[in-house]
């Protein structure tokens, strides 16, 4: 078998980048562990960027988005009794767009599905070879038999637990990595939302976030030591966590109901650098994973797949490898700036135990937001995604 680009992993990245290859004529197979039932019920993130917006709308696949999303022009910041509505749209002239990666997964597929496009789901043992020369190819197994990719490069998508990041030799790439001491517990539930925009609670027993997929379903999150079970929280537990962490009026219009998934995720900031080895080009959470607390780790997987995807055209039209040499750079720029933006706003919403000076400062950035037009700008621009070059 014969591809242009063999792409490991059908999350967004991989997706994404094979859809926009097909719109530039390149010829791709993507590779999946997991069932397409499994990847299209994935629960994870629901926030997105003006430019994700835009990749998603060159890569056609925005229709159901258009009709559905929910445009959100500013989100709430509630601190200790206090709360500031961030203006997104007033203040940069974007608002994001609420709309959950399980609909984004399952349109991109439809849209490769559509257009004939090679998705080979629950491909076992993948094993990536020959990157570092000049004929690179992808084997893996399915239904008993081992099969193998011929290719000119290979996109590793395959998320922070994936084969590709691991196949890089250690002494070529740098690590950098920190682990929060916590986690998030999330819970979706088929309820009214407790509001129109998010609300970023601030409390002294722990954060919480209201979240929604839709102006019926709502995604919940409450702080939570990472070394608990979900086991641990029964739906009662959890509503009532919720409602003292959260804004005494959003309290009251609380609509609880039996969650349709709860999980525990961990809070992590990792960066692997460089992003290309060879003709191995890492994209999304393979590279990069940021805390959820900035909105960013879907957003970014995107991105990196827009890069990606013009270097390979200009790559495969013009004969030109500016975009390809330059992808790591140009990434790790965008990177760098969600990653200081998700740590930040996590260290100014959660809480830290026993650390007064922390609170202080907790405190002081709050402030800051409330009172300065500049601060809550330079907010503004982090969450709408507007990371112009330094
Ligand atoms: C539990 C959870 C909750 C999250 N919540 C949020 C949130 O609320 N907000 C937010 O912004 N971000 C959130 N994120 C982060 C966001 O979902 C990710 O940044 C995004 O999914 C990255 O997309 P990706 O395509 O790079 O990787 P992934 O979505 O991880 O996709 C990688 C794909 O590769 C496949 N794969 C893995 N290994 C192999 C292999 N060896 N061979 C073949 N295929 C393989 C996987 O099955 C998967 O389908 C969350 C992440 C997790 C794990």
Known sequence: MRTQIAIVGAGPAGLLLSQLLHKGGIDTIVLERR????VE???????LEPGTVDLLTHAGADGRMRREALIHDGLAIAFGGRIVRVDLKALTGFPVTVYGQTEITQDLIAARLGHGGKLVFEAE???LEGFD?????????SGGQ???IACDFIAGCDGFHG????CVPGSALTLYERELPFGWLGVLSETRPVDDELIYSRNERGFALCSMRSKTRSRYYVQCPISDAVEAWPDDRFWDELRRRIPAGAAER???GPSLEKSIAPLRSFVAEPMAFGRLFLAGDAAHIVPPTGAKGLNLAAADAGVLAAGLIAYYRDGDRTGLDTYSET???????AERFSWWFTAMTHRFDDDAFGRRLQTAEFDQIMGSRAAATAFAENYVGMFRAG
């Not at 019920?41 to 926030?47: C, D, K, P, T």
């Not at 084969?163 to 691991?166: A, K, L, P, Y």
């Open 41 to 47: 019920a994935r629960i994870r993130a629901g926030v």
């Open 35 to 38: 069932s397409r039932t499994y």
């Open 125 to 127: 043992n993948v094993a």
């Open 146 to 148: 081992t099969h193998d």
């Open 133 to 141: 020369g000049a004929h690179p190819h992808v084997s893996y197994e």
């Open 254 to 256: 609380l609509v609880t």
């Open 331 to 337: 990434c790790l720029k965008r990177v760098w700036r």
């Open 163 to 166: 084969v590709s990041r691991s």
